[in-house]
Every structure is written in C-alpha cells, then in structure tokens.
C-alpha cells in the first residue's frame, strides 16, 4: 500500500496521460472492475482516506442521526408545529436528516433504484452515446465531473447519470431508455415533497410558508444517479470526496449497503440506510439567503468491497443553466445584530464556480463571504 501511495506522487508519474487514458474508454469505472482488475490505478489513490492526508476523528461515537417522521403533517398542528422543529434544529446543527412516511410511495423508490441500475448495467456501447463532459446538455453520463479539475486531489471511485429535469421540462427521449419513465414519474414525486419541505423551512425561519418557493427555490431540478462498484482496494480510495453541495437542498435516495458519512462536530459518522427513507441536507445555497441559520456541512461516500452500491441525488438548482436572479441573504432575516454575511450571487455563477473547483475538500462559499 505505501508503494503505491508513493508511486502516486512520484515524479516521474503522468497524471493527465492515465486520466485520459480512462476517460477515452468510456466505461467509468465499472469498466475497470469489469476487466478484473485487482489494484486499483493510480488516479484513484485518495490522500483522504490512504493515510497521506489528514482526516478528521474516526473514532466511536453515540451520535444519533436525526430521523423524521412526516406523517399527519398537515393533519395536526401540534404534529406539524414539532415537525417544523425538528426539521429547523437539524439543518441548524447537522445540515442533514433522515425522512419517512414522505409521500413518495417504496414502490417507486424501489423502481427508482431498478432504473439506475439498469442503465449502468446495460452494454456499454448503449451507455457510450451518453458519455461526455457538457453540462449544458440535458443529461449527461461519465465518471467524475471534475476529473481533470486541478485542483482535485484523486479521482472517485463511481460513475454518475445527471439529467436536469427543471426549470423547463425534459423532453423524455432524451432520457436512457433503461430509466426513462421512472426517471420522469421519480423527478414530479421528489418536486412534490421539496415543496413541502422548503415551506417547513420557511417557516422554521419565521416567514410565510411560501417565501422560498416564491424565491424560485424550487424552480431547478437536477437528478444525479450514482453507481459505486465493489473496489478491490477500498483503504485506498473514496466513492464520492468531502464536500458540500452547490444547491438549495438534497434528497438522496440510498440502497441498503450504506457508505454515506456526515462530519458532525468534527466525527465522521455514518448515515443509516433506513429502508423507504430519504436522506435530505442543507446546501450552500441555502446556508447563504439563510445567513448562516441553516447549515451546509461536508460530507462524503466511501468505497466499499461489497457493491455494487447505488444512490440517487435530486438537486433543488437550476445549475449550469443561464440565471439572472440574484441570490443574497434573505431581508427579512437581518438586522442590526445579523448583518448579510455573504454578497450576492447568481446559481449559474456559483455553480461554475464550484465545477472549476471541483471537490478539492474546501467550501464553495468561503469566495462570497463578506
């Protein structure tokens, strides 16, 4: 093992020729395990995790992660006045809970799972015709979107499937046949319920209950399909880096193998697959109109021997796509003792910002702090 961290950072070692060379094959990472390899490449060795960097305390803890129960929300209003602040102490102190009894029925979670293995396990030259680097496409296929960011310190051990469903609606056709119709019935349930949960937040802040929406919060939708396959070497490298997420907010639909972890009080600690949960977390976006009240924290996927693991990320932003709404600190929040922390910004601005930095493990919003 040390040999090869050593290797990795040796001069004489080409990083972009062995990038390339992966990339060209167009058959992510998966296409690796397919092959039979038994060490993983060098791209894929991750200072994170194989000892060359520094990490945070993985020692024993009794966190318990926040779970939810969503049921009769709008049927009792003491019930609803706890959700509110359940929801409100979580993505205060966590950034991060854990949902049921959403609304969104098992049996489309389950398909919704069905689909996302379906398309990456289907013939690769099926999978090819999706595979580029364009994120002005509507969907988009390949291993790690900041592969030859310069800043990013390995390559991830996954694939991934990006289709942006929102603001204007995605014509099905251009969606992979192996998901197409879950993938369109998945994106009106998941909208339905962030909904529902950006009015409990406006409402956790003290606002009407329709104020985020009428920010255009819910306007994007982006719905990123992962595939983590079995790694022969997980010590070495990582599914998914430390990060935050450039959106408003995530719901995350995981399998039952797990991998997921949250930094919480400087402890990495694992997220639970709960069987016909959903995972949702404050992003940046929404940690910045927020003031800080809600916060955006790290959190990342390991790789595992047993796979293949899948999960699907639905991202409230509009993304990459032309925005010219200026999101800043919402008014009604600051005062003489609460200043705007944090300048304005337009969702494409930040986003771009976030795709050039790519996941090099520093905050996307430390460049509008005020």
Not at 144 to 156: E, H, V, W
Request: proline share 7%.
């Amino acid at each position: 093992m040390v040999q090869q961290i050593q290797d990795n950072f040796s001069p004489n070692y080409d990083k972009n020729i062995e990038l390339k060379a992966f990339d060209d094959t167009k058959a992510g990472v998966k296409g690796l395990v397919d092959a039979g390899i038994t060490e993983i490449p060098r791209i894929f060795i991750h200072p994170e995790v194989s000892g060359s960097g520094s990490s945070p305390s993985l020692e024993e803890t009794h966190f318990s992660f926040p779970l939810i129960d969503l049921e009769n929300i709008n049927k009792d209003p003491v019930r609803h006045k706890e959700i509110v602040k359940k929801i409100g102490d979580a993505s205060e102190t966590w950034g991060f809970f854990q949902v049921i009894n959403h609304g969104i029925p098992v049996s489309v979670l389950d398909e919704m799972m069905r689909g996302a293995r379906g398309f990456f396990e289907q013939d690769i030259e099926v999978k090819k015709k999706y595979y580029h680097r364009d994120y002005t496409q509507r969907v988009v296929y390949n291993s790690n979107f900041d592969l030859y960011s310069p800043k990013t310190l390995a390559a991830n051990w996954r694939d991934s499937l990006y289709s942006t469903m929102g603001p204007d609606p995605l014509n099905p056709e251009e969606l992979p046949e192996a998901c197409r119709e879950i993938v369109m019935e998945y994106s009106h349930h998941v909208m339905k319920m962030g909904c529902t949960l950006l009015e409990l937040l406006s409402e956790r802040l003290g606002l009407k209950p329709s104020h985020l929406k009428e920010m255009e919060c819910s306007e994007g939708l982006g719905i990123l399909c992962n595939y983590y396959p079995a790694c022969p070497q997980p010590e070495l490298t990582i599914g998914l880096s430390k990060h935050t997420d450039n959106d408003f907010f995530t719901v995350l639909l995981q399998d039952h193998i797990g991998g997921l972890q949250v930094l919480h009080q400087n402890h990495w600690v694992d997220v639970p697959p709960t069987p016909g949960s959903l995972v949702i977390n404050i992003g940046d976006v929404l940690q910045l109109i927020s003031n800080d009240k809600f916060k955006s924290v790290d959190h990342r996927a390991l790789s595992n021997k047993v796979g293949p693991r899948i999960s699907v990320a639905s991202f409230f932003s509009s993304g990459p796509l032309p925005s010219s709404r200026l999101y800043g600190p919402i008014e009604e929040l600051l005062s003489e003792d609460n200043p705007p922390k944090y300048r304005a910004t337009t969702l494409k601005e930040f986003y771009d910002y976030f795709s050039k930095k790519g996941l090099d493990g520093t905050s996307t919003l430390s460049h509008l702090r005020i």
